[in-house]
């Protein structure tokens, strides 16, 4: 698809990376974190965004962290 930067929002990308991803999107201070599943994940998410819309994770999401594990 390759989509300039110029033609998309924020908000979109980061639609379409819970939409590709198993991954969630957590605010704070009304700024978006990405919540990802292992380093294997953000390296394709990291690729994905930079392809598909010209644009580094860094300028999409304020921070990024792995997900804790679940603890019974």
């Known amino acids: 698809m390759n989509v300039s930067r110029s033609y998309v929002t924020q908000d979109y990308v980061i639609q379409k ?5 198993v991954c969630r999107v957590l605010w704070s201070e009304g700024r978006p974190c990405l919540e990802y599943a292992n380093e294997g994940q ?3 998410i990291e690729q994905y ?5 010209d ?3 860094e300028d999409v999401f304020f921070t990024t962290l ?5 603890e019974p």
Not at 17 to 21: A, G, I, L, Q
Not at 49 to 53: A, D, G, I, P, S
Not at 66 to 70: I, M
């Open 17 to 21: 990376v819970t939409e590709t991803f």
């Open 49 to 53: 965004v930079r392809h598909e819309f």
């Open 66 to 70: 792995e997900k804790l594990p679940v």
């Open 42 to 44: 953000l390296a394709e």
């Open 55 to 57: 644009w580094e994770l």
